[in-house]
């Protein structure tokens, strides 16, 4: 199971340089991405050069443009929206196999829904993994399902490898390694942690 460890905001780089030994994949967030642009990516990957990163661009549209800039910043993984068209996951597909590059189909739409996605679809070549992600924004709302965990065996079942994603921490950490994703995504118990470091190294030894 491999730990990525999730920066949303400017001072989360300073916790790159703690984490380097332990992260497994860096997820430059959605909010960094665009408080910074591109230039989040190359600077992580100065301070972590020997670590993935993941441009979590949450693409819908202009798949191609967002890939191309992405990948050409060193990202070796984006994010692309399950409700994108076909022609948008056909365009981001085709730039990742020309950069040797890997995909994440994100569900975070269809959080709450029964269906993730849809029965018969099949993923472009370069999508690797499927996020099983709970949207923030409902967490803060109230909402404290771990449904998104359970979910995780349903999708491994129709033959996706899952990313796990949203509000992962030490009380939950015990159900989420049970349910085995492939990817395990950590961000604000990492990050906003006293100590991120000894916060990361507890999560890391508790991984299979």
């Given at each position: 199971?491999l730990?990525?460890?999730a920066l949303?905001?400017?001072?989360?780089l300073?916790?790159l340089?703690?984490?380097?030994?332990?992260?497994?994949?860096?997820e430059?967030?959605?909010?960094?991405?665009?408080?910074?642009?591109?230039?989040?990516l190359?600077?992580a990957k100065?301070?972590?050069p020997?670590?993935p990163l993941?441009?979590?661009?949450?693409?819908?549209?202009?798949?191609?443009f967002?890939?191309?800039?992405?990948?050409?910043?060193?990202a070796?993984?984006?994010?692309?929206?399950?409700?994108?068209?076909?022609?948008t996951?056909?365009?981001?597909?085709?730039?990742a196999?020309?950069?040797?590059?890997?995909?994440?189909l994100?569900t975070?739409t269809?959080?709450?829904?029964d269906?993730?996605?849809p029965e018969?679809?099949r993923?472009?070549?370069?999508?690797?993994?499927?996020?099983v992600?709970?949207?923030?924004?409902?967490?803060?709302?109230?909402?404290?399902?771990?449904?998104?965990i359970?979910?995780?065996s349903?999708m491994?079942a129709?033959?996706?490898q899952?990313?796990?994603?949203?509000?992962?921490?030490?009380?939950?950490?015990a159900?989420?390694v049970?349910a085995?994703p492939e990817?395990?995504?950590?961000?604000?118990a990492?990050?906003?942690?006293?100590?991120?470091?000894?916060?990361?190294?507890w999560i890391?030894s508790?991984?299979?």
């Open positions: 199971m730990l990525q460890i949303d905001k400017p001072e989360h300073g916790v340089p703690l984490i380097r030994d332990i992260a497994d994949i860096v430059i967030g959605t909010p960094l991405l665009k408080r910074f642009g591109v230039s989040a190359t600077t100065e301070l972590c020997k670590i993941l441009a979590d661009t949450k693409t819908v549209d202009g798949g191609a967002e890939a191309e800039l992405v990948f050409g910043s060193d070796s993984f984006m994010t692309v929206l399950s409700c994108a068209s076909e022609a996951l056909a365009a981001v597909d085709t730039c196999k020309r950069h040797g590059r890997a995909v994440v994100d975070i269809e959080t709450g829904k269906v993730l996605i018969g679809f993923l472009p070549e370069s999508f690797r993994y499927v996020a992600h709970s949207s923030t924004d409902a967490r803060l709302a109230g909402d404290t399902s771990l449904s998104h359970d979910r995780v349903l491994q129709r033959g996706f899952v990313s796990l994603a949203g509000g992962i921490g030490p009380d939950n950490l159900a989420a049970r085995n990817i395990l995504v950590v961000g604000s990492i990050t906003e942690a006293v100590s991120p470091l000894e916060a990361a190294s890391k508790n991984l299979p």
